[in-house]
């Protein structure tokens, strides 16, 4: 069963979210990427994860899908506050958080930041872990000012400061929990070397998954592997 809701968020506007019901206290929370939404694939990870034994969450970032806002406001602090209104809204004690792309770097960010306290483990699928992925994005917004993208969609400077005051390097040390991340070898978006480096650097504990032959959007069997992949890694931690 789902039901969606709408959350307000400081008095700014509100965030579309569907919640899939499982009985039991774990839960998990996914972040959708840098131009995507809950739909899709998030509906399939929720239904993955409610036949795990969790509540399932998946939502809209302002600025995107049926949320409020404007994608050009949809920073990395924005869709911060995002998730923190989300988990304070639905307040479950732990969580898992999924992250996708650009929502791995919120996923990473917030468990190292307002979530440390309810996250037990972060899974991530081509995480952005290094601003790099963004410098053809920075160049041409240095250029014209900001970058148009289909659907009324672009981005200015704004973006871009906010990533450069979020830097990976900055939870390296201080993220404590068990970590999973999942690149493909032909990911022309994210570099399956960032995850790499990431992974190597991190002070926790990491499963590191390179799937030979995937792109940034994985195969529907790459998929279903991540998902058995996920669920078997977070039972045999005893997590959620």
Do not use: N
């Amino acid at each position: 069963m789902s039901e969606r809701y709408e959350i307000t968020v400081e008095d700014d506007g509100t965030v579309a979210a569907v919640h899939h019901e499982a009985s039991g206290d774990r839960w998990f929370v996914c972040c959708h990427g840098f131009r995507s939404d809950k739909s899709g694939s998030y509906e399939r990870r929720c239904r993955r994860a409610v036949e795990a034994g969790y509540d399932a969450v998946r939502f809209d970032f302002r600025g995107c899908g049926e949320s409020d806002g404007h994608f050009a406001e949809s920073t990395l602090e924005s869709r911060l506050t995002d998730l923190e209104a989300v988990l304070e809204f639905f307040d479950p004690r732990s969580c898992v958080l999924f992250g996708s792309s650009f929502g791995g770097a919120v996923a990473f960010h917030a468990a190292g930041t307002f979530a440390a306290e309810r996250a037990d483990a972060v899974v991530t699928r081509a995480p952005v872990t290094d601003t790099s992925s963004f410098d053809d994005y920075r160049e041409a917004v240095a250029t014209a000012g900001r970058l148009e993208f289909d659907d009324d969609e672009w981005v200015d400077e704004r973006s871009f400061a906010d990533l450069d005051r979020h830097a990976f390097a900055d939870l390296e040390s201080t993220l404590d929990v068990p970590v999973a991340i999942f690149h493909g070898t032909d990911d022309d978006s994210v570099p399956v070397d960032d995850s790499l480096r990431a992974a190597d650097r991190l002070e926790t504990d990491v499963l590191l998954q390179v799937l030979e032959g995937e792109g940034h959007l994985f195969s529907a069997s790459a998929e279903r592997r991540l998902l058995e992949l996920t669920f078997a890694w977070l039972e045999a931690y005893g997590v959620g």
